[in-house]
């Protein structure tokens, strides 16, 4: 008879610290979206949870300085799927004058918003948080745009309503984190 295997009773402790890594970062994930969505009528509580499941990183969160980062590469992955999503509809054959002018200018503003995140992710990284906020901003800005810009017309409906409102709540939830890291940054400095 071959003596009992230690192995089970090695990888308890894997186990548990496994869990308690996950139920740290579900927690400041819940918590940062219940800020987010206190203190911004914009921000849904639950398409903050929703958004930061999406991305697998998440899972291995330490801090908010790091949920920050990925909230801002979410708004990225969202933006660079909406120009996508914009070139598919201008190559459709059949396209209202008036709407591919609008889908027009909202690649336009879509790619300087891309150019615009790649520049707040460097900034948010050097931890320059005013000029990370500067240019999420505006990316909301390019948001409402495209969005406007269907509103000119009687009649028409934007065919990007939920990408831009997604792309505008996720803008607002990077800020919001911004803002937050602001705050903590302020108080330990007095």
Request: glycine share 2%; aromatic share 6%; charged share 25%.
């Amino acid at each position: 008879m071959s003596p009992p295997s230690l192995l089970p009773l090695m990888l308890i402790p894997l186990i548990l610290c496994y869990i308690h890594s996950t139920l740290s970062t579900n927690h400041l994930i819940q918590q940062t979206c219940k800020n987010c969505s206190e203190t911004d009528p914009n921000i849904s509580y639950r398409f903050c949870i929703t958004s930061f499941k999406t991305d697998s990183k998440t899972l291995y969160v330490q801090n908010l300085t790091e949920l920050g980062l990925i909230s801002i590469k979410l708004i990225r992955h969202n933006v660079t799927d909406t120009i996508t999503y914009i070139k598919e509809l201008l190559n459709k054959k059949k396209i209202d004058p008036f709407i591919k002018e609008c889908l027009d200018d909202c690649i336009d503003v879509y790619s300087d918003a891309l150019t615009t995140l790649r520049e707040a992710i460097k900034d948010y990284k050097a931890k320059r948080y005013a000029d990370s906020n500067v240019k999420l901003s505006s990316v909301i800005d390019s948001c409402t745009t495209c969005e406007d810009g269907f509103s000119q017309k009687n009649g028409v409906i934007s065919p990007l309503t939920k990408r831009n409102k997604d792309n505008f709540q996720l803008s607002a939830i990077a800020l919001s984190i911004i803002n937050m890291l602001n705050v903590d940054k302020l108080k330990g400095a007095l």
